[in-house]
């Protein structure tokens, strides 16, 4: 049987710096399930639907081809065989994620392919769902958050890194809507399972987060 790590937690709380990190220490594959909807909402973009229309979303996202591949241990999303890695990043795909993510039809597809990558492999696998809907029996499972505050000031760092004009306010605005729309919707809502270990990752360093899960497993 295959070991399986799931981490979930709101945006911004550092899943996916620690999920890859616990997956190297391990020798586990990294699965950025989050990656997986923001392919998805690229497709539905490109087709110009509006992302309040649920139907068209429902419709649409039967047709794409989704697929997962590794390249010296990153993973690699494919859209209809084209490599979208560099392109899921934008406003608009995250804003087109956030809304058909909620949709049960587009889950329904995408979660088919991450518990069957889970079931061939030893996986980390970050998301909002994972420990709650997708690998219910992960051996090991954590809920990792952070305070808005941190998570803003984590964001803010990042974009001013990259030399872009940001505002803080405006990036905890935006993450504090984002955290609703994940946790006040009907399908598979954001929230811990359970059996989740939660980690609140606000005063401790990415080493110690790590540190932390590696201790579970
Ligand atoms: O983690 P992220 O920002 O890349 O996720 C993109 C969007 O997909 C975000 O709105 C949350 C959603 N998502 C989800 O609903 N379920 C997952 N397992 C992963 C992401």
């Known amino acids: 049987m295959s070991m399986n790590i799931a981490i979930d937690g709101p945006a911004g709380a550092g899943k996916s710096t620690i999920a ?18 923001r392919a998805m909402a690229l497709y539905l973009h490109r087709q110009g639907i509006d992302p309040t229309d649920q139907a068209a979303i429902s419709a649409a996202c039967e047709k794409p081809d989704i697929s997962i591949r590794y390249e010296d241990g990153t993973q690699v999303v ?35 392919l991450q518990q069957k990558l889970a079931a061939e492999a030893d996986v980390v696998m970050d ?11 992960a051996q090991v499972k954590v809920y990792l958050t952070a305070s808005v505050e941190e998570r803003a000031r984590r964001r803010y760092e990042e974009q001013k890194a990259k030399g872009l004009d940001v505002n803080i306010e405006e990036i905890k605005a935006d993450i504090e ?18 059996d989740a270990v939660l980690v609140d990752s606000s005063d401790m360093t990415i080493e110690e987060v790590a540190d932390k899960i590696l201790s579970l497993c």
């Open 20 to 37: 890859k990190l616990v997956a190297k220490k391990q020798g586990y594959i990294y699965v950025d399930t989050g990656a997986m909807y």
């Open 78 to 112: 494919l859209l209809d065989g084209e490599n979208v890695n560099g392109l899921i990043r934008t406003e608009e795909v995250s804003r087109m994620a956030s809304l058909s993510s909620a949709n049960p039809d587009v889950r329904k597809r995408l979660v088919a």
């Open 127 to 137: 998301g909002r769902d994972i420990g709650t809907v997708v690998l219910p029996d």
């Open 177 to 194: 809507q984002r955290d609703h729309q994940d946790m006040t919707r009907e399908t598979s809502p954001l929230r811990q399972a359970d």
